[in-house]
């Protein structure tokens, strides 16, 4: 199963149909998580109490870990999440502290390094931005440490599109040419 996370906002996303484009290539089941209708509770106090509480009875089952299993469980997962604010959708931020979960996407070696628990072998993130100044080691470059280190998902690749809001720009021949790319991409 591919898990499709899809943290973008707008109906006529351009990450969005970056990514439809990537999953059309895909050519498998997806199971779509569109964050704007997860209902996530907020991490507090309040919040942590009650995960460590299910924790400490590996209650794995709990429906509060629902994310977080689906995710150990995908075998290829797909992240759209545009490029806002020097990283991504703050609810991208919110769906990992939920899924960040010891004893189902990760546990810790007795050096108190993670230790990998999910399945995925592969882990596309998509993203677009509207200005040229993109670095990787933001947005991009924080799902990658997570990936490789706590999820074990050694085989990361970035899809992206820049400059669709520069004066001058086409957008219409940008995102083209990022969907050419993915459609004929062999390492894709």
């Known amino acids: 199963m591919v898990l499709f996370i899809n943290a973008c906002a707008r109906s006529q996303s351009r990450t969005k149909r ?7 290539k895909i050519g498998e089941p997806i199971h779509e998580v569109r964050l704007l209708d997860v209902d996530m509770p907020l991490v507090d106090e309040e919040f942590l109490k009650t995960k460590d509480a299910l924790l400490e009875k590996e209650a794995y089952d709990a429906p509060r870990f629902a994310l ?10 797909v992240v759209a999440a545009p490029y806002w604010d020097l990283s991504f959708p703050a609810i991208l931020k919110q769906y990992f502290e939920q899924i960040n979960v010891m004893g189902i996407t990760f546990s810790y070696t007795s050096d108190g ?6 399945k995925a072998k592969v882990l596309y993130y998509v993203t677009t931005a509207g200005g040229a100044f993109c670095p990787e080691e ?6 990658k440490a997570l990936a490789e280190n706590f999820y074990g998902i050694k085989n990361v690749k970035l899809i992206k599109a820049v ?7 086409d957008e219409a ?4 040419e990022a969907i050419d790319h993915i459609r004929t991409a062999a390492d894709l």
């Open 68 to 77: 977080a299993r689906e995710f150990a469980a995908a075998e290829k997962i």
């Open 113 to 118: 390094f993670p230790q990998p628990l999910c």
């Open 138 to 143: 933001y947005g991009y470059g924080y799902v």
């Open 163 to 169: 400059g669709f809001d520069i004066d001058g720009a």
């Open 18 to 24: 970056l990514a439809d484009e990537l999953i059309k």
């Open 173 to 176: 021949q940008i995102l083209q």
